[in-house]
């Protein structure tokens, strides 16, 4: 099983909500990954999980809240977001250190505007 | 810090013809290198990867590339392109091949086949 599944697809939100993205794989990866992508950009990394500790965060601002409660899940759990902040939100997995031949696995993406 | 520079933002092909889409890198370290392609609406699949050994990479869908260190580059290359071959194509460079590791991404090229 190679698959990183993102929920929900598509999520609108306006800009008072409080709301989550979640992801999910399988594949005993211990490296998760969030990118936020704008239209006709390439990803962006936000942060990046390993062994269920934050490892990076690309000072993204603190309304982007991440998670990972194991090794299987992350969550980005979102509040008092902008219209700028709309994107399509993307999920990653990957093996880590010790795995020379290590790529990044993505799910299929969250589709989030805000209202 | 290492970077990406993808040329062209569009390249326009007629079916059955062959494709190159040019990447170029600069790092300060031994580098690792990446093909994504992303279809309409969806997430980010991996084409092929360079981390070492034979210069000459073979990835899926008939795509291979290959990496030049005396040009820095890693062009993508397809010998007869398909109607299915309509997506966008990111170069990304990684300057360590271990997990948890940030992946930058060049801007992309959009490959439109024309029937």
């Known amino acids: 099983d190679t698959e990183v599944t993102q929920t929900p697809k598509h999520l609108v939100m306006g800009m008072t909500n409080k709301k989550s993205l979640k992801c999910e794989q399988h594949?005993?990866?211990?490296?998760m990954y969030w990118y936020k992508q704008k239209a006709k950009k390439p990803p962006e990394l936000m942060f990046v999980y390993s062994y269920e500790k934050l490892s990076i965060n690309e000072s993204v601002p603190s309304r982007f809240s991440p998670e990972c409660p194991n090794s299987s899940l992350l969550n980005l759990h979102l509040h008092a977001l902008q219209p700028e902040d709309s994107a399509l939100y993307l999920c990653a997995s990957s093996q880590v250190s010790g795995t020379i031949g290590y790529e990044q696995y993505f799910g299929p993406g969250t589709r989030l505007t805000v209202t | 810090a290492q970077s990406v520079t993808q040329l062209d933002s569009q390249v326009p092909v007629f079916e059955e013809a062959p494709v190159e889409l040019r990447c170029n890198y600069s790092s300060s370290v031994s580098v690792y290198l990446f093909w994504y392609v992303q279809y309409p609406n969806q997430g980010l699949q991996l084409l092929l990867k360079y981390l070492s050994g034979s210069t000459l990479v073979k990835g899926i869908n008939g795509f291979e590339a290959e990496f030049n260190k005396s040009q820095t580059s890693f062009h993508l290359r397809k010998p007869s392109v398909h109607i299915s071959d309509t997506a966008e194509y990111f170069c990304?460079?990684?300057?360590?091949?271990?997990?948890?590791?940030?992946?930058?991404f060049g801007t992309g090229t959009r490959l439109t086949i024309i029937p």
């Open positions: 594949m005993g990866h211990r490296a």
């Open positions: 990304a460079v990684s300057d360590r091949g271990f997990g948890n590791e940030k992946l930058t």
